[in-house]
């Protein structure tokens, strides 16, 4: 996977194989290898096949349970933000997990993400706002990310 154009004469799926497996990999080997694997990642982020940007996407919050605060704010929220903006196929990843995502953040990482989300991203304030609403009613309704004058 090092080298992605020697990888598609091999197999077209691999890609997606590899982004499919790498939550799983990075939890073999743990935050403190995680540099061992950044470059795949940022590799696989940037793919030009959205399947295998939408698989990143679905499982992004499952990495950053594994990265630890530090990293996912350094590491995948740019790649997170970047996903924000992507194809609705890949959008709806990051979405469907949001809340997960954001609970796992520092509150002013969180407002950045928020004020990115309303100026910058085809992500609208509702989109935002039922997102939350979503995840605080499945995770735990008493929980709150954001205090309503940042919404």
């Not at 990143?56 to 499952?62: K, R």
């Not at 928020?114 to 609403?133: A, F």
Request: charged share 25%; proline share 4%; aromatic share 6%.
């Amino acid at each position: 996977m090092t080298d992605p154009v020697r990888a598609q004469t091999v197999d077209m799926e691999i890609t997606k194989h590899c982004a499919y497996s790498l939550p799983g990999v990075a939890l073999t080997l743990g935050r403190q290898n995680w540099h061992c694997l950044k470059n795949t990642y940022e590799t696989l982020a940037a793919d030009v096949q959205w399947k295998v940007r939408r698989t990143l996407a679905f499982s992004i919050h499952e990495l950053a349970v594994i990265l630890g605060d530090k990293l996912t704010a350094a590491d995948l929220v740019p790649i997170f933000n970047g996903f924000l903006k992507d194809l609705d196929e890949v959008r709806i990843g990051v979405l469907k997990h949001l809340y997960d995502f954001l609970k796992l953040l520092h509150a002013d990482i969180r407002r950045d993400i928020s004020t990115n989300c309303r100026s910058s991203s085809p992500l609208t304030t509702q989109e935002l706002e039922v997102s939350l609403r979503i995840g605080r009613a499945g995770v735990n309704p008493d929980l709150a990310l954001y205090n309503p004058r940042d919404i």
